[in-house]
Nanobody
Framework: QVQLVESGGGLVQAGGSLRLSCAAS????????MGWFRQAPGKEREFVAAISTSGGSTSYKDSVKGRFTISRDNAKNSVYLQMNSLKPEDTAVYYC????????????????????WGQGTQVTVSS
């Protein structure tokens, strides 16, 4: 089992940047594929980015491609989401999620594939 804690959210002007971090407990972080999701007020939670256990495979929501970068450091039990050129429509609560897998180069875009979730961190982008 793994516990996830997000940090790094905040208020930023449009065009700015934020880096979200997600710290995982436990000693087997390197067998968890990880993902970032977000939920804006009144909307369904949606996929943002995902990364395989090895970090060798990533996937992004179309609207964030070229602006967001997901990465992980297995030695630090952490996954990150670097967000650049932020837009007001990126405003949401951002969640990291994990799923245990032995598939080294598979990432997961479907939230129902994930077993573990953090509590979320608020990102607000002002226009």
């Amino acid at each position: 089992q793994v516990q996830l804690v997000e940090s790094g959210g905040g208020l930023v002007q449009a065009g700015g940047s934020l880096r979200l971090s997600c710290a995982a407990s436990g000693r087997t972080f390197n067998i968890y594929a990880m993902g970032w999701f977000r939920q804006a007020p009144g909307k369904e939670r949606e996929f943002v980015a995902a990364i395989s256990t090895s970090g060798g495979s990533t996937s992004y929501k179309d609207s964030v491609k070229g602006r967001f970068t997901i990465s992980r450091d297995n030695a630090k039990n952490s996954v990150y989401l670097q967000m650049n050129s932020l837009k007001p429509e990126d405003t949401a609560v951002y969640y990291c999620a994990g799923v245990r897998t032995y598939a080294s180069y598979t990432n997961y875009r479907n939230q129902f594939q994930y077993d573990y979730w953090g509590q979320g961190t608020q990102v607000t982008v002002s226009s």
